[in-house]
C-alpha cells in the first residue's frame, strides 16, 4: 500500500469517527430538547424516558444529569433514582447547594426506610453517610445511636459502640426540640418523643453495664456461699461448741449483707438521664412515670437505699396511678423494709411496713382485675 492510500486510509476513518460522534451529540441533543419541552408541560413521566436515552448517549451530560434529577427527586419522588444521579453529580460538586440537597434527601429517605423496616445496619451506613455532609439533623444522630444500641442490647456487647452510642444520642439530644417526634416501626401514627427517648435509651446503656457487673457479683457470692457450705460440711462431726459458735458468726453476717460494688460514675450518669427524660413533656402517662421507676430500681437494687426508691415510687405514682409496675414494686420494697425492721427488732416499724405492704398487695389485685 502506498503512502497516499494509507494516509486516504486514515483520514477517512477520522472523518467516519468525527460524523457517528456528531450524529450521536445530535441524537442527544435532539433527546435532551425533547425532555426539556415534555418537562415544560410537566409531563414529568414521559420526559424522564428522554432524558434518559440523552443520558444513554452521553452519561457524562451535567446538564441532563440537573435536569433528571431534579425530576427524580422533586417531583416524581423516586429516591432510588434521585440516589443514582445525584450522587454521581454530589461527587463533581460537593458544595453545590441544590445537589447536596438531592443527594441528602435521597440519603435520609433511604436511611429511614430502612430504619423502620429495622434493617439497622443498612440503614446505619447511609446515616454515615448523611452526617459527613450535615452533623445538624438531630434525628439522624438519633437512628444511628439507636441503631447501635439495638444491635448491642444482648451479649456480648461491643462497649466501645455503645460509647458511640451515648455520644450520638446526645448529639441528637442537642440538635432537637423537646417536641420532636421519631418513627420505628410502619404505623405513622406511633411516633417516639425523640429526646424523652433517647434520655431513656442513655440510661439504659448504664443499666446494662450496671447489670452486667451485679450479676458477675452476685454469681461469684453464691460460688463462694457454695465453697462455704462445702466447708461447713465438712467440719459437721466437729465440737457442738463450735457449731453454735459459727451459726451465731452466720447470723450477724445475715444481718449485714454484703454491698454491690457499683460503679459510681455509670451509677450517677444513668440517674442523671432518667431525671432529665422525667421533664420532657411526655403525653403518655405511662411513659411518664417509667425515668421515676428505674431511679427506684437503681436504688433499690444496686444500692440497697430502700426508702429512697419509695421515695421515687411515690413521683410515679402521682403521675400514673393506675399502673401496675408500680404498685408491684412499691409492695416488694415495703416487704424489704418490713423484713429490715424485724430484723432490727423494731417492732412498730416492721407493722407499719407490713400495713403498707398489704394496702399495695390489694391494690396490685384491683389493678390485675381491672385489666
Not at 460509647?163 to 439530644?173: G, L, R, V
Not at 457470692?221 to 451459726?247: D, G, H, I, M, W
Amino acid at each position: 500500500m502506498s503512502w497516499k492510500s494509507y494516509r486516504f486510509g486514515i483520514q477517512l476513518l477520522g472523518g467516519l469517527l468525527v460524523m457517528s460522534f456528531m450524529s450521536l451529540l445530535t441524537g442527544c441533543n435532539t433527546e435532551l430538547a425533547r425532555a426539556r419541552k415534555l418537562a415544560g408541560n410537566k409531563d414529568y413521566q414521559t420526559a424522564i424516558l428522554y432524558y434518559e436515552k440523552a443520558l444513554k448517549v452521553d452519561s457524562e451530560n451535567v446538564e441532563a444529569l440537573k435536569e433528571a434529577s431534579a425530576i427524580y427527586c422533586d417531583h416524581l419522588k423516586l429516591m432510588s433514582q434521585c440516589y443514582e444521579k445525584s450522587s454521581i453529580l454530589y461527587k463533581r460538586f460537593p458544595k453545590d447547594p441544590v445537589i447536596t440537597g438531592w443527594y441528602k434527601k435521597s440519603l435520609w429517605i433511604f436511611a429511614r426506610n430502612l430504619y423502620i423496616q429495622q434493617l439497622l445496619s443498612k440503614s446505619s451506613k447511609y446515616l454515615h453517610r448523611y452526617l459527613k455532609i450535615d452533623k445538624s439533623n438531630g434525628k439522624v444522630f438519633y437512628m444511628l445511636a439507636d441503631a447501635k444500641f439495638r444491635l448491642n442490647r444482648k451479649p456480648p456487647r461491643k462497649d466501645d459502640v455503645l460509647k458511640e452510642a451515648i455520644a450520638e444520642f446526645h448529639n441528637a439530644i442537642k440538635n432537637t426540640k423537646a417536641t420532636d417526634t421519631v418513627r420505628s416501626t410502619f404505623n405513622s401514627k406511633k411516633k417516639n418523643i425523640l429526646q424523652w427517648e433517647a434520655y431513656m435509651k442513655i440510661g439504659t446503656i448504664y443499666d446494662m453495664w450496671i447489670k452486667d457487673k451485679f450479676l458477675a457479683w452476685r454469681k461469684e457470692l453464691a460460688k463462694k456461699a457454695k465453697e462455704k457450705a462445702q466447708k461447713a460440711a465438712k467440719e459437721a462431726k466437729k465440737s457442738r461448741r463450735r457449731r453454735r459458735r459459727r451459726r451465731r458468726r452466720r447470723n450477724a453476717e445475715k444481718k449485714k449483707p454484703p454491698k454491690f460494688p457499683v460503679n459510681e460514675e455509670h451509677f450517677a450518669n444513668a440517674i442523671k438521664a432518667y431525671k432529665a427524660a422525667s421533664k420532657i413533656g411526655q403525653p403518655n402517662k405511662y411513659k411518664r412515670a417509667l425515668p421515676y421507676i428505674q431511679i427506684a430500681l437503681f436504688y433499690a437494687q444496686f444500692k440497697g437505699q430502700n426508702l429512697e426508691a419509695v421515695k421515687w415510687l411515690k413521683k410515679a405514682e402521682q403521675e400514673d396511678d393506675t399502673n401496675l409496675n408500680v404498685a408491684g414494686n412499691l409492695k416488694m420494697i415495703y416487704d424489704r423494709l418490713k423484713e429490715e425492721a424485724e430484723n432490727n427488732k423494731e417492732k412498730r416499724l416492721a407493722k407499719k411496713y407490713d400495713k403498707l405492704s398489704v394496702q399495695y398487695d390489694s391494690k396490685v389485685a384491683s389493678l390485675r382485675g381491672q385489666k
